[in-house]
């Protein structure tokens, strides 16, 4: 009732409450007001009726795609057919058939040892390394722990629960053997102590337990083998070891035969032991597969151990032997293998990545019968895969899960919810044309579970960009993940030959080609690509494969200035050793040291080459046009911070830290190319600060473009260019404190207006609000010295040096500069103070040299310190002059006060929340469209925010959302070329017919502080919500959900956070993901009917919404991990192997580790742990009639069963009875007619 009443209490919220504090947020002439409203719109609290409160509101995580993050653990059920991984982020992932794939994770994050199911049972159990068992309850959609097992004196290190036994054996590294009943969770008093188990003779501790089996052939022995190379076939009943065996090296698993009169052992010299139970003295067979045969006949020499070995038999065929590892020493560069060995023959299939597991998956889950396996999984350190025994040539199966994302690094990502509907299909025609052959034609054979659509039926895409250049189009409908389509954005490019490309190498070391923003517009079908190399690609869908050259533009992006200052050059130390003194404000401030360059200035070159040649493009995106930024005065381009493209005007526009440039795709011509301060012309409202210029020009290698992935993904492509490295940022904290102490040292207190400021260096910016009077951002600029300019100071600004890019290191794709009021207590003075605080390393320091003589930051950082693509905005304008483009949006809109009709706009936000519009004049018809120019031209509107300017929308006067125009798909290669196909069909949203409302507009501005809705064309600002002042939002984008339209925003301080639109009411604040990583900064993306996503690991995407309805309806999309399965019979063992077979069936294990026998354990050595997921969790989660009638028919057999027993059990008493009255009758028909002393 409290959570209902809290909601309402939200929802009574107006803007007032957040405007109040707000000031004066208004600008461009607009007055803004305390109250949240202004007279100049009407009153649009009564004109607009917002149907959403808070009670539409609810954020819960739906599902997780992608491979299981550093895997370490795996298990299947034979007759459930679902597979098991653990990871050693204590996260377990179950997977059946496609849309069977459940997530969870234990509490305490320990890694997953060993995972075991019950099978058939619906349950699972795990050993994790806090050496804690849990018992995980599958019977619901969401498993959930039953019980918990703590070891308090011992370490865990193997487990063993028997087929239809409810005893579980656990090994630990003392060496002893517990036994722990599974439906009680409770320690039996039957202990097997290593000392009992070995001989007494034995000098020597036997190492932990690394196996435990029962016997195929009597459940009353158990095998266990001790690491140092000793087996002992342990008797249960009369509690004493049957046999021994030795070996002198150390063993990894054993494996039985399964008649139980063999088993096999692997081992660390590589070699593999056959052992016979009546001769246990020494192997009759010992064989090193892959080791050379020495010629004078010794024995062949070591090889890598052989860490696990399974022994599979065929009834039709040889047995199959299969390991792991064992390969030569003197092969090693050779990759992870796994061997088959099927009578003579032996197979060796080399792996990409190391194994962590493999299971022999068989058709039986008896092991006392032929196994007849069919295949094999492996488990891969970055992948899984499954091989197909039953073909000589053992192909893989196609694996029908997306577990490829992480193929090559992800660097963006986008997501599209209630996208059209045509898009999936056209994206998997063309890219399945693209699949590979080879694969096993049967099906696959993790079929488990149970799968429906569900009720959501819009279509919805996910984009991946990646570090190789690559592009990945995902089907993700019905919180599934499919790849549909694989677009490779290098091909536009010239390949690099070795030792060519050295001006390249300077600006990027490894990923020239990785994708750093992508925009899409899926009704035109135009898809355009930032690289990290300062290119843009525009590509078009067709449908027809064409051969033809790339066209190409060069774009000059720097500052146009007249008087260029030069000052004397400053010699300094070019590599300072890191025990130097900590450098001045003055040199952390401006100068940088000197580095000689080879040769000639660059200028004008661009970072990569385009394809000169015609090129072949097959169907789907076709590259359109290469729009590549060049070196300027030997400087390279900086990385492009916003991007926005346009299909019904034809126009891309993007901008970084030097300015914003505007490029006509259709006529193939640059329309702008203007620095930002050239952008304001008159209008700008600050006073400029000339930077202090430069002592000297700067090497190219330092202050670079982006030194390519290198600076932030830790394993890119030296270990299989896969992003894996989160465990190496933490050993480098002497020299972080280095390098953070250089970075905070230099600070004077200086007076800005009356009031006491903390001047502090470039990278650690001060809160500067309110400055003269401006609402200004925290990344706002002030000089090194603190001081701000006089009004008749804004001239020299125009007389300093040629604009030089801001110090951008390690920031491919716009590292996440946090911009925070300096205090001295909690808290982060800037972006880059929270990535220093959260990896224990500075990822970049504004003192170049510090860069170069600290290179090992480039490797540690690289995968932590690469925000989302457009979060330079949330980056930064190094306190000098410079601001970066970090928001783009094309719309029609009104672009002054005075309009008072709409027409074409691009909306400019910077990092100092400037607004600009620019007003674009496109040709009247589309006739003149390929032959008269487009102009772009500044309006003079400017608008002010708190904060870098993250999103742009625009509502009409009913409040709903105006998308911008564009032109329909029409296939640009299309065969028939008929006036219909080519002309151009245009879509052009305007504002609602209605006359009397149909006058203005709401202008929607979002920043990393506050959001403000303006009126046009009056440019009024109507409401003000100041969303944090203690953080930064990270992402925000307003979404449409039920109908209706709010803003969502992604605060790095973990709150997601919905407001209502126009009103900018709170609707949801809640603190749900904390940042421990750059990574869910830079990937987290909002989308429409309250869907979001954001990579929670290098390999995993995590999808949530943030939709009551969503929330509500999430179990019926769900799948089912267990369903009803009849367990298959035993085969009938025979006359005579139930003579002679032992005695397994006879064995009752209740009788032997119940309580009443084997007593109680002692409490000190393990603690039991009731589970969240009781027996109210079982009712619920198999409630309803199938669960019932399951129950019913489960109890049904369970009564059949019993009553078969005592049916057999009574007709060998009738049996024993008759036998013992005809053997009475004999008797008494013998001694009848005898006297008494006859006898």
């Known amino acids: 009732m409290k959570k209902f009443n809290f909601r309402k209490v939200l929802d009574g919220l107006t803007a007032s409450s957040p405007g109040g504090s707000a000031g004066g947020g208004g600008a461009g002439g607009g007055s803004a007001h305390p109250g949240g409203t202004a007279g100049a719109a009407g009153t649009p609290r009564e004109e607009i009726q917002e149907t959403l409160t808070s009670d539409y509101f609810q954020i819960c995580k739906t599902v997780r795609h992608g491979f299981p993050y550093l895997p370490t653990a795996l298990a299947f059920d034979p007759v459930q057919k679902i597979l098991a991984i653990g990871t050693r982020t204590g996260a377990i992932r179950i997977l059946g058939r496609p849309g069977v794939d459940c997530y969870c994770q234990h509490e305490s994050g320990a890694a997953v040892l060993q995972l075991q199911f019950l099978i058939n049972e619906g349950a699972l ?178 090889c890598k151990p052989i860490l696990k070995v399974e022994y599979k038999t065929c009834k039709n065929s040889e047995p199959f032997v299969i390991f792991s590892g064992g390969l030569s020493y003197d092969k090693a560069c050779r990759r992870p293998s796994l061997t088959i060995m099927h009578g003579k023959a032996i197979t060796v299939l080399e792996m990409d990545h190391p194994i962590v597991d493999f299971l022999t998956l068989c058709e039986t889950p008896y092991p006392n019968e032929f196994q007849e396996p069919y295949a094999v999984v492996v488990l891969l350190e970055k992948d899984l895969i499954v091989v197909d025994l039953t073909q000589s040539n053992f192909p893989i199966f196609e694996n029908p899960y997306p577990i490829d994302i992480h193929e090559s690094p992800v660097t963006c990502t986008e997501y599209f919810a209630d996208c059209p509907p045509d898009l999936i299909p056209v994206l998997y025609s063309v890219g399945a044309k693209h699949k590979k052959q080879g694969y096993s034609n049967k099906e696959w054979p993790i079929s488990g579970g149970a799968w429906n659509l569900g009720a959501q039926t819009y279509p919805e895409i ?206 193939k011509t640059v329309l702008l190319s203007m620095g930002t301060l050239e952008l304001y012309g008159s209008s700008d409202p600050y006073q400029r600060q000339p930077r202090s210029p430069r002592k000297s020009k700067q090497f190219a290698a330092d202050n670079f473009c982006m030194r390519g992935l290198s600076n932030f993904y830790p394993d890119l492509t030296k270990r299989i260019r896969t992003s894996y490295q989160s465990g190496m940022l933490f050993s480098l904290a002497p020299f972080s ?137 949330v980056s930064s304008i190094d306190r000098d002059s410079k601001e970066a483009i970090t928001a783009l949006y094309f719309m029609e809109s009104f672009a002054r006060k005075n309009d008072s009709a709409v027409s074409p706009c691009l909306w400019v936000g910077t990092g100092l929340g400037m607004v600009l519009i620019l007003s674009l004049n496109l040709p009247a018809s589309d006739d003149l469209r390929q032959s008269e120019p487009v102009m772009v031209s500044p309006s003079g509107t400017v608008l002010t925010l708190k904060g870098a300017v993250l999103t742009f929308a625009c509502l009409d006067c009913t409040g709903t959302l105006i998308h911008p125009p564009y032109e329909v798909w029409r296939d640009p290669h299309s065969a028939d070329d008929g006036e219909k196909t080519r002309k151009r069909k245009l879509v052009m949203h305007s504002p609602s017919s209605s006359q009397d409302m149909g006058d203005h507009q709401f202008a929607v501005i979002c920043s990393e502080k506050q959001a403000k809705v303006f009126s046009l064309p009056s440019q009024t600002c109507l409401y003000v919500h100041n969303i944090t002042e203690t953080s930064f939002l990270l992402q925000a984008d307003v979404v449409t959900l039920c109908n209706s339209v709010c803003l969502a925003c992604f605060c790095a301080n973990g709150h997601i956070m919905t407001l209502s639109l126009p009103s900018l009411r709170p609707l949801l604040d809640i603190n749900y993901l904390p940042v421990t990583d750059m990574r869910i900064a830079r990937t987290f993306c909002f989308s429409n009917e309250g869907q979001a996503l954001y990579l929670s690991s290098p390999t995993e995407i995590q999808r949530l919404t943030y939709s009551q309805e969503m929330c509500d309806n999430l179990q019926d999309m769900l799948g089912d991990l267990f369903t009803p399965v009849e367990t298959p019979e035993a085969q009938n063992r025979g006359f005579l192997k139930g003579l002679f077979g032992g005695s397994g069936q006879a064995f009752d294990r209740e009788e032997l580790f119940g309580e009443a026998t084997a007593g109680k354990a002692s409490r000190s050595l393990a603690q039991h742990i009731p589970g969240s997921g009781g027996i109210e969790g079982v009712r619920g989660a198999a409630g309803g009639v199938i669960g019932d009638l399951t129950r019913a028919r489960i109890a049904l057999d369970e009564r059949g069963q019993k009553l078969g027993e005592l049916d057999e059990r009574t007709a060998s008493m009738m049996a024993s009875a008759e036998a013992f009255s005809k053997h009475a009758h004999e008797v008494m028909l013998k001694y009848k007619d005898k006297k008494w002393y006859q006898f």
């Open 125 to 302: 159990v795990s050993a994790c390394a806090d050496d804690t068992l849990h018992l995980w309850n599958l019977r619901q959609k969401r498993p959930a722990i039953l019980h918990s097992l703590k070891f308090n004196r011992e370490r865990i290190t193997y487990c063993h629960l028997p087929f239809q036994s409810k005893w579980l054996y656990v090994g630990t590294e003392r060496g002893n053997t517990h036994i722990v009943n599974i439906e009680s969770f409770i320690l039996s008093g039957y202990v097997i102590m290593w000392n009992k188990a070995i001989e007494l003779s034995t000098k020597t501790h036997p190492g932990p337990v690394v196996h435990l089996s029962d016997s195929p052939r009597d459940e009353g022995k158990l095998l266990i083998g001790y690491e140092n190379g000793t087996v002992v076939f342990w008797d249960l009943r009369s509690k004493r070891a049957d046999l021994r065996a030795y070996y002198d090296e150390a063993i990894h698993s054993v494996a039985w035969h399964h008649e139980g009169k063999q088993f096999m052992c692997s081992h660390s010299d590589g070699s593999l032991t056959l052992w016979n139970l009546k001769s246990p003295n020494r192997p009759f067979q010992t064989t090193i597969p892959h080791g050379k045969i020495q010629r004078d006949g010794k024995k062949p020499e070591s």
């Open 462 to 667: 996910i984009i991946t960009g990646h570090a190789d250049g690559s592009v990945k189009f995902w089907d993700a409908s019905a919180i599934t993940l499919q790849m549909l389509y694989k677009l490779k954005t290098s091909k536009v490019f010239e390949k690099q030959k070795p030792g060519e490309g050295k001006a390249t190498a300077e600006i990027v070391e490894e990923d020239p080609f990785a994708v750093q923003m992508m925009y899409w517009c899926p009704e035109s079908r135009i898809f355009c690509v930032a690289g990290v190399s300062a290119y843009v690609v525009v590509y078009r869908f067709s449908k027809h494969e064409v051969n033809t050259e790339i066209a190409s533009l060069e774009v000059r992006l720097q500052y146009e200035v007249e008087d260029i200052i030069t000052p004397e050059p400053e010699i300094i130390p070019q590599f300072p050793d890191a025990s130097s003194q900590l450098p001045s404000l003055k040199s952390l401030s401006g100068s940088t040291n000197t580095v000689a360059c080879e040769g000639m200035m660059k200028d004008s070159i661009p970072c990569l080459s385009v394809k000169t040649r015609p090129v072949r493009m097959p169907p789907g995106y076709q590259a359109d046009l290469v729009i590549q930024l060049v070196w300027v005065d030997g400087e390279p381009p900086q990385q492009i911070t916003s991007l926005a493209v346009n299909s019904a005007y034809g126009l891309v526009a993007f901008g970084n830290c030097n300015g914003l440039a505007v490029v006509d795709f259709m006529q």
């Open 737 to 873: 404190l280095l390098i953070i102490n250089n970075c905070l040292s230099p600070f004077s207190v200086v007076s800005v207006k009356g009031s006491r400021k903390l001047s502090l260096p470039t990278d650690l910016k001060t809160d500067l609000d309110h400055v003269n009077g401006h609402c200004t951002s925290p990344t706002s600029q002030s000089c090194s010295s603190g001081k701000r300019l006089s009004s008749a100071d804004v001239s020299k600004a125009n007389r300093r040096g040629p604009g030089r890019p801001p110090f951008r290191k390690a920031q491919s794709a716009a590292c996440m500069e946090i911009s925070l009021p300096v205090t001295t207590e909690v808290g982060y003075i800037s972006r880059r103070a929270m990535l220093q605080q959260l990896h224990g390393i500075s990822s970049f320091s504004h003192d170049e040299r510090h860069y170069t003589a600290h290179t090992w930051m480039n490797k540690e950082n690289r995968e932590n310190s690469f925000s989302r693509s457009r979060s330079s905005s």
